[in-house]
């Protein structure tokens, strides 16, 4: 259902349908999340849960624009990223 909504980019819609506070209620909520992630992961100090949750974010807004990136490589640019991610906030050991 939810990648249904992606691919027909009627996320934007939705959002845009959401009262300001609801939406500001949900972006906070995206930091508890990556707080409590961040919480079972060895990352380094330097790292702080802000902006791994934006990173977050950022990964998923281009969800927004598969076609824009191009279909048949998607899927191969989204784990490229998510793998960065990982390299950037992930202590070694």
Same mark, same amino acid.
């Given at each position: +259902?939810?990648?249904?909504?992606?691919? %027909?980019?009627?996320?934007?819609?939705?959002? *845009?349908?959401?009262?300001?506070?609801? /939406?500001?209620? %949900? @972006?906070?909520? $995206?930091? =508890? #999340?990556?707080?409590?992630?961040?919480?079972?992961?060895?990352?380094?100090? &330097? =790292?702080?849960? $802000? #902006? =791994?949750?934006? @990173?977050? *974010?950022?990964? +998923?807004?281009?969800?927004? %624009?598969?076609? =824009?990136?191009?279909?048949?490589? +998607?899927? $191969?640019?989204? *784990? /490229? /990223?998510? *793998?960065?991610?990982?390299?950037?906030?992930?202590? &070694?050991?």
């Amino acid at each position: +259902f939810i990648w249904n909504i992606i691919q %027909h980019q009627e996320i934007e819609l939705l959002m *845009k349908k959401l009262p300001q506070n609801m /939406l500001l209620k %949900h @972006y906070s909520l $995206d930091e =508890v #999340i990556a707080e409590a992630i961040l919480c079972n992961i060895k990352i380094k100090e &330097e =790292v702080s849960a $802000d #902006i =791994v949750s934006a @990173y977050l *974010k950022a990964i +998923f807004m281009n969800m927004l %624009h598969v076609e =824009v990136i191009g279909e048949e490589q +998607f899927d $191969d640019v989204l *784990k /490229l /990223l998510i *793998k960065g991610l990982a390299q950037q906030i992930v202590k &070694e050991g």
